[in-house]
């Protein structure tokens, strides 16, 4: 029998041998396995190159542990130590155990090298489409999936992502650390918020493929368009975009792409977290250090900046979606129908496809069976004789509104077209509009270029004297005249990708035509009910606003002045708007957050659209404003001075 020095970490040593030779093993068995398969899994990845490695390392810690402990027993014994005797059957009796012993010392040998090599592997697998998509499935199956199906689907999500370098490699990296244990504690935001602000300047990713130097001039788009009536009428809209860039061969830098001009830097100031509100704009030539600051809150250049985020614009400020793009059911709808014009034929395809993708599901297969129910029930109960004759077509129709779904809507995430802004453009939202709205000015009171040829020119269908049907640049034909105030609306206000308003003063006005008819939700706690204004149903909306002017108050007195042919009535309106705005301030300062909000949907909903219903409104506040206050008092705690039920507050 061996003494307990020699034999001292022999178990240790054993285990960490079994330990490394099994998970040599199972990689080599992985990795046939891998190397076997039609398609690559990204969880057989992980534990082939992330964890068996660790496994292996373990194992590899544990010989080494035991050998530390041999060499501290020896010293502690006073004994001389050799080579053979730090051998993990050291101190075993010669048989079997030795000899499996050897043969597993052999295995750890090796397992030094194999280390390296699963190393390298794993590094390579932390940075391929299928770690960063797949392994957390049900969180970046949103992003994943629209990547896959976008113009940069052979682009590696590191290439854009982390870049080159270490320093990037090291930061994702520690990152990553951060979000496996969101994932693994489900702390992680839903939907996953936009990664514009961790991401390397654009000029280290995407400049690798795309350099602002490169001319691109002029680009024919076409934006298919069909309206929400019966026919699904087709209004496809054709444009000239002026991308431009900054080429010097061509000359002096134009179009969109001028904003990436190499002479010049522009900055601006985000007061939110998805860069939509930009109220501070900085111009300044690198050359000569000339800057203009424009502004859209009031003040004036001399002013410090608005607190926000600082950036320096560059492509992702425009290209914010360049990939992982949601599309809305409007747009989705629109490319359906010009790729599939049969489905166009069917009546009112165009609405109802875009209503049913456009409510909100709780789960994704409540939201496919909804599309299918709900878009059978419509054509079976509306159009009978098309539910007989077309039945394939509306299947067809139902399949392709459920394969929309699936690829640019995830209840679970929270992520669909609603939750992800795309700068752009300016249609669906706010985009070049953040900027570009004519609000900014500088100090001389000169606004941001806003005229809508200079990015781009509409194309019309003209004929030649000849007969031949030409594009040629002309003007949009809004399919509702815009004039006055509605001039200035921008496009996402009404474009929203949802269903389409009506085509009247309600449909984007309901607060305030709901109000004028007598509907105000949230006065049950007021005991007060209101009726419809007196004249609606007499008075057009257009009798009292002057759509082809700003809205103002004088404007409307005159309007009634106009009917009643009575300058007194006229009076009535500015002594109701005085009297009510006087009576809402003072409400408004000494008011709760209930009251507060209350008038804030009274101001919205307009307080001259009812007058009668908002004096009710106000003076039920102002009696509930000067009702007496009971005073709180400590609950008595016994003894004589208690008061019996009868003298109890």
């Not at 050897?102 to 390296?116: C, D």
């Not at 368009?225 to 087709?234: L, V």
């Not at 129910?373 to 109960?381: G, I, K, P």
Request: charge should be negative; include cysteine.
């Amino acid at each position: 029998m061996t003494d307990p020095v020699s034999r001292s970490g022999s178990r240790l040593a054993m285990a960490g041998l079994v330990t490394a030779g099994v998970s040599v093993m199972l990689i080599l068995v992985f990795l046939l396995v891998d190397f076997l398969a039609s398609g690559t899994s990204p969880y057989i990845g992980a534990v082939t190159f992330l964890v068996l490695p660790v496994v292996l390392a373990l194992g590899v810690s544990m010989i080494a542990a035991a050998i530390w402990i041999r060499v501290r027993r020896f010293r502690a014994a006073r004994r001389p130590i050799t080579f053979w005797d730090l051998l993990p059957w050291a101190g075993m009796e010669v048989g079997e155990p030795r000899r499996i012993a050897l043969r597993m010392m052999t295995v750890g040998a090796l397992s030094f090298p194999f280390l390296g090599v699963m190393a390298y592997q794993g590094y390579h697998f932390t940075e391929s489409n299928e770690f960063c998509g797949q392994l957390c499935h049900s969180v970046m199956e949103p992003e994943y999936t629209a990547y896959q199906l976008s113009s940069h689907a052979r682009v590696g999500c590191v290439d854009c992502h982390i870049g080159e370098g270490a320093s990037w490699f090291v930061k994702s990296k520690i990152s990553g650390i951060r979000q496996v244990f969101a994932v693994m504690l489900e702390t992680y935001s839903r939907p996953i918020p936009p990664a514009i602000k961790e991401l390397r300047p654009a000029r280290e990713t995407c400049e690798q493929c795309h350099w602002p130097a490169k001319f691109h001039g002029n680009q024919l788009v076409d934006f298919p368009h069909f309206e929400s009536d019966e026919k699904n009428t087709p209004r496809p809209v054709s444009m000239l975009v002026r991308t431009g860039g900054a080429d010097p061969l061509f000359g002096d830098p134009s179009g969109i792409h001028w904003h990436m001009a190499l002479g010049f830097e522009i900055q601006y100031v985000a007061t939110d977290e998805a860069l939509q509100e930009i109220p501070w704009v900085r111009f300044r030539e690198i050359q000569t250090g000339e800057e203009v600051i424009y502004r859209s809150d009031g003040k004036t250049s001399v002013d410090p900046p608005p607190e926000g985020t600082l950036r320096t614009l560059d492509c992702m400020d425009c290209h914010n979606r360049p990939t992982h793009v949601f599309r809305s059911p409007d747009r989705a709808i629109n490319n359906l129908l010009a790729r599939e014009p049969e489905l166009a034929r069917l009546p009112f395809a165009k609405r109802e496809a875009v209503a049913v993708l456009s409510t909100r599901y709780a789960t994704k297969d409540e939201a496919l069976a909804a599309i299918r129910d709900r878009l059978r029930a419509f054509y079976s109960e509306n159009y009978p004789a098309v539910w007989a004759g077309r039945r394939e077509d509306i299947v067809r129709l139902i399949e392709r509104c459920q394969e929309i779904y699936r690829t640019n809507f995830f209840p679970k995430m929270g992520s669909d077209w609603r939750a992800y802004p795309n700068n752009l453009g300016h249609f669906e939202y706010r985009g070049c509009f953040r900027c570009h709205e004519g609000r900014h000015v500088d100090d001389a009171g000169n606004p941001i270029s806003h005229e809508c040829n200079a990015c781009h020119d509409f194309l019309v269908e003209s004929t030649l004297p000849d007969g031949r049907t030409i594009q040629a640049v002309g003007q949009f034909t809004h399919p509702v005249k815009l004039e006055g105030i509605h001039q200035q609306i921008r496009c996402s206000e009404c474009h929203d990708g949802g269903p389409a308003r009506p085509r009247t003063c309600q449909g984007c006005h309901a607060e305030q035509s709901g109000f004028r008819e007598g509907r105000f939700e949230g006065l049950d706690w007021l005991g007060v009910s209101i009726e419809a204004d007196v004249m609606d149903g007499m008075v057009d909306c257009t009798d009292c606003h002057d759509l082809s002017e700003r809205r103002s108050l004088e404007r409307i007195a005159e309007a009634c002045v106009t009917c009643h042919d009575d300058e007194t009535y006229g009076e009535f309106v500015t002594m109701w708007n005085d009297d009510f705005t006087e009576r809402i301030a003072a409400l408004r300062a000494e008011g709760n957050a209930r009251t507060v909000e209350l008038l804030d949907r009274l101001e919205r909903a307009g307080t001259l659209h009812n007058p009668d219903a908002t004096e009710a409104i106000l003076s039920a506040i102002e009696r509930r404003a000067r009702e007496p206050v009971a005073a709180a008092t400590p609950a008595p705690t016994g003894g004589q001075d208690e008061p019996g039920p009868e003298t109890a507050e």
